[in-house]
Every structure is written in structure tokens, then in C-alpha cells.
């Protein structure tokens, strides 16, 4: 089968940093995306790891390693804006389909 | 940016009425379009892969004679849900791949809230 497994509820500081993370047990998988999505709004795009390492966007980085089945995402300096829910998504092989994570609501206090 | 409509925002229909809900890529063409399912506080679900042209392929679970997807043009895409219940009621999310794009963007539309009554 095919699941990413994130931790339901992060809660943080404004101002400071947090790391949500992503483990998936599949297979033919050869990316990791991460989005970001409000109450009731679309998913947006934050960041993508077609290689194991690490990408910087801002405030923003994501980490991928294959070889362990992980990748977590980095968000700095928090702002309150900032709270919502992140989902990493797996890019499958040959259908080049995505595959949403359970998702982690982030909280961010004043 | 490549942008991705939805219509309508918000539906509400009648138990045993069939709704459909459209998804126009607007500024680019999009060989292939997914269809997402989202229930409160849950993750999206992929229901179905759209191609331009071809039949669409559905995810394991999801009835395709329920949720009926068609893809005339490339850069249109509908999701017609037949004979709707409540339990039906949910979060819709088209997204969109570039026929020219790499492969990893994707590009998602608004959503459609679904309410059944």
C-alpha cells in the first residue's frame, strides 16, 4: 500500500521554529511535495525534493531522504499566518499521481 | 502563475439529484487532471486521474458509475456526482498538470463544497 504518516497537531511560538514531519511506506515513489492549506481553501504549494537533501524557500525548507523514508519540513520565524494544516505528498512512478500525507495542523500562539 | 477554476464554489442539493461540478485550467493546457475528495479535518483523497481524450481512471473504492468524470478539452475537466446522498457530501479539489510543465507541478483549483440534503 501506499500511506505517508505525519503527526496530527503541531503547536509553536510565534517567531520560532518547527519541523513537521513525513514517513511513507510505498513503493515507485520518486518525489516529496509539501502544501499548505487553510480552513476551507486550496492547497498550496510550498516545496518540492525530487533528491534526498535539503531545499530552502524562504522561510521554508523541506528535507528528503529515501534511503530512510523521511522528509520533514522546516518553517522559520513563525508567524501567526502561518497556522494551518501541512500535508506532504508523495509523487508515484509511471501515473504520476500524488498522494497526500494524513496532514498536520499547526497552531501557532502568540 | 498557472491558475486553476472551480465552479461552482458551493452546492447544495437535493438526496437523489445529480450535480456537476466543472474544472477549467485557465491560462494553460493540462494533458491530465485529478480529482480530489476531502472531509472535514481529513487528508484529500485522490479519487480519480482524468486524461484529455480518454477514459478516467479511478482510485480503488471510489464507484465510477457514482462519480462520473469526463475530460472533452484540454483545459476542461467536469465531476458529475450521480444520484448524490449525504454521506457524498463533501470537499471536492480538482488539480491540473501543464501538457509542457514538469512533471511534479501540479496545480490545485478552489474546491467545491458539496452539500447534500
Known amino acids: 500500500g501506499q500511506s505517508l504518516e505525519q503527526p496530527s497537531e503541531v503547536t509553536a511560538v510565534e517567531g520560532a521554529i518547527v519541523q513537521i514531519n513525513c514517513t511513507y511506506q510505498?513503493?515507485?515513489?520518486?518525489?516529496l511535495s509539501w502544501y499548505q492549506q487553510h480552513d476551507g481553501g486550496a492547497p498550496t504549494f510550498l516545496s518540492y525534493?525530487?533528491?534526498?537533501g535539503l531545499e530552502e524557500t524562504g522561510r521554508f525548507s523541506s528535507f528528503l531522504s529515501r534511503s530512510d523514508s523521511y522528509g520533514y519540513l522546516l518553517l522559520q520565524e513563525l508567524q501567526m499566518k502561518d497556522s494551518a494544516s501541512y500535508f506532504c505528498?508523495?509523487?508515484?512512478?509511471?501515473?504520476?499521481?500524488?498522494?497526500f500525507g494524513s496532514g498536520t495542523r499547526l497552531l501557532v500562539r502568540p | 502563475g498557472a491558475v486553476v477554476s472551480q465552479h461552482p464554489s458551493r452546492v447544495i442539493c437535493k438526496s437523489g439529484t445529480s450535480v456537476k461540478i466543472e474544472c477549467r485550467s485557465l491560462?494553460?493546457?493540462?494533458?491530465?487532471m485529478f480529482w480530489y475528495r476531502q472531509f472535514p479535518k481529513q487528508s484529500l483523497m485522490l479519487m480519480a486521474t482524468?486524461?484529455?481524450?480518454?477514459?478516467?481512471?479511478?482510485e480503488q473504492g471510489v464507484e465510477k458509475d457514482k462519480f462520473l468524470i469526463n475530460h472533452a478539452s484540454l483545459t476542461l475537466s467536469t465531476l458529475t456526482v450521480t444520484s448524490a446522498h449525504p454521506e457524498d457530501s463533501s470537499f471536492y479539489i480538482c488539480?491540473?498538470?501543464?501538457?509542457?510543465?514538469?512533471?511534479?507541478?501540479?496545480?490545485f483549483g478552489p474546491g467545491t463544497r458539496l452539500t447534500v440534503t
Open positions: 510505498t513503493s515507485g515513489f520518486y518525489g
Open positions: 505528498a508523495g509523487w508515484m512512478d509511471s501515473s504520476y499521481k500524488l498522494i
Open positions: 488539480s491540473a498538470r501543464q501538457l509542457q510543465g514538469s512533471i511534479h507541478e501540479q496545480y
Open positions: 491560462d494553460f493546457q493540462a494533458t491530465t
Open positions: 525534493n525530487g533528491l534526498d
Open positions: 482524468s486524461n484529455e481524450g480518454s477514459k478516467a481512471t479511478y
